[in-house]
């Protein structure tokens, strides 16, 4: 076969025809373009173009997150994690259970929906320093794109992703039921259970990651920021100062449990207002970062104030107050919920009534 080709190649291959191609081709680069004339532009700064922008940089921002290897792989792990759990999980004494999707839902959803949300506090600051890492700031800043579109594409990608990742526990489960031989899915549960439990934790963490990541200028300050927020935080409401009120702890929602009888039972209404809460919470923090957002060079604190102050018009500050009344009138309807409606006990409540049992 290489002698074959050899020969063909021999015969066949015309090396003045190569020159002679070579010459014409660097002649044409040699060649001097002449404009046939001047172009009129026309700029336009319009709502549908405001739309047309906002939606191509959703576009660019969402690829940018779901294309990064790091996403994939940490997605791939808590993929094979969670199928190592379930399978663990779904025996006793070495007897498997039968796979019903209450069963399911809980397992798969509270494995990977680690993975998702240290992917969002990721990729929350990587939204926001994105340009300034690969340096291209300086350009990407002085584009003729509003404040608006440039935030408002960032949160709205990372909410797409979040989207994905909730479909994705969904195609998870689904997918080892049917390895499994069990086919009856229950779809209504799986996906009430996760659009109402998990995309709203989702929500509240890209929310406050890209809250903290807009104020501080350091990525890697950023990402401990949100860590101890998440983790120190709750360490130290609830042990030390034995604060267990979902209303004060950040993004607490009090567990329920998913039975096979009575299904999600009384607990999922409690639950929306609660996550509303906290969904109007981060929502406020969210505006309050836009008049923050930052455009080409880094300012100082004071700079700033200054450009935060010119950025509070009547609109942004009418849009404000409109949050903050919802997100009062949800925390007020939760607290009646909570104590007057029901009795929800703080701190160590369960630690007295054991100890008031075992002196009767």
Same mark, same amino acid.
């Given at each position: 076969?290489?002698? /074959?080709?050899?020969?063909?190649?021999?015969? %066949? !291959?015309?090396?003045?025809?190569? @020159?002679?191609?070579?010459?014409?081709?660097?002649? $044409?680069?040699? *060649?001097? !373009? $002449?404009?046939?004339?001047?172009?009129?532009?026309?700029?336009?700064?319009? %709502? %549908?173009? #405001?739309? =047309?922008?906002?939606?191509?940089?959703?576009?660019? *921002?969402?690829?940018?997150?779901?294309?990064?290897?790091?996403?994939?792989?940490?997605?791939?792990?808590?993929?094979?994690?969670?199928? !190592?759990v379930a399978y663990q999980s779904n025996q006793k004494y070495g007897t +498997?259970?039968?796979?019903?999707? +209450?069963?399911?839902?809980? #397992?798969? /959803?509270?494995?990977?929906?680690?993975?998702?949300?240290?992917?969002?506090?990721?990729?929350?600051? =990587?939204?926001?320093?994105?340009?300034?890492?690969?340096?291209?700031? =300086?350009?990407?800043?002085? @584009? +003729?794109?509003?404040?608006?579109?440039?935030? @408002?594409?960032?949160?709205?990608?990372?909410? &797409?992703?979040? @989207?994905?990742?909730?479909?994705?526990?969904?195609?998870?489960?689904?997918?080892?039921?049917?390895?499994? &031989?069990y086919f009856n899915y229950e779809l209504g549960m799986y996906f009430t259970y996760n659009f109402s439990k998990i995309f709203p934790g989702y929500l509240v963490t890209l929310l406050l990651a890209f809250f903290i990541h807009v104020l501080i200028n350091n990525k890697f300050l950023g990402h401990f920021i949100v860590v101890a927020i998440y983790i120190g935080v709750l360490l130290l409401m609830t042990l030390a100062f034995k604060i267990s009120n979902p209303l004060e702890i950040f993004g607490e929602v009090p567990s329920s449990f998913l039975s096979d009888s009575n299904g999600f039972g009384h607990y999922l209404y409690g639950e929306f207002w609660l996550n509303l809460y906290w969904i109007l919470f981060?929502?406020?923090?969210?505006?309050? &970062?836009?008049?923050?957002?930052?455009?080409?060079? !880094?300012?100082?604190?004071? =700079?700033?104030?200054?450009?935060?102050?010119q950025r509070l018009t009547g609109k942004t500050i009418a849009y404000t107050l409109l949050v903050v009344v919802a997100f009062i009138s949800a925390g007020t309807h939760s607290f009646y919920n909570l104590k007057i409606l029901n009795q929800f006990e703080d701190g160590d409540c369960s630690e007295k009534v054991s100890a008031d049992s075992e002196e009767d």
């Open positions: 076969m290489g002698v /074959a080709i050899f020969f063909v190649t021999l015969f %066949k !291959f015309s090396y003045k025809g190569f @020159l002679a191609c070579k010459k014409k081709s660097s002649k $044409e680069d040699n *060649e001097v !373009f $002449e404009a046939g004339g001047l172009m009129n532009i026309v700029q336009s700064f319009s %709502k %549908k173009v #405001q739309r =047309e922008n906002l939606s191509s940089l959703c576009k660019i *921002e969402f690829l940018s997150t779901v294309k990064k290897s790091v996403f994939l792989v940490l997605t791939v792990i808590g993929i094979l994690i969670t199928g !190592f +498997p259970f039968v796979l019903l999707t +209450p069963y399911m839902v809980v #397992q798969i /959803a509270g494995v990977i929906s680690l993975f998702s949300v240290i992917i969002l506090s990721i990729y929350a600051g =990587e939204a926001v320093h994105r340009t300034r890492k690969n340096k291209t700031f =300086e350009l990407y800043d002085t @584009l +003729p794109v509003s404040n608006s579109a440039l935030y @408002l594409s960032k949160i709205t990608a990372l909410v &797409g992703v979040s @989207l994905a990742l909730t479909l994705l526990v969904i195609l998870i489960g689904i997918l080892y039921q049917t390895f499994n &031989g981060t929502c406020i923090l969210a505006g309050i &970062g836009k008049i923050f957002w930052n455009r080409g060079f !880094f300012l100082f604190a004071k =700079e700033r104030c200054t450009s935060a102050r």
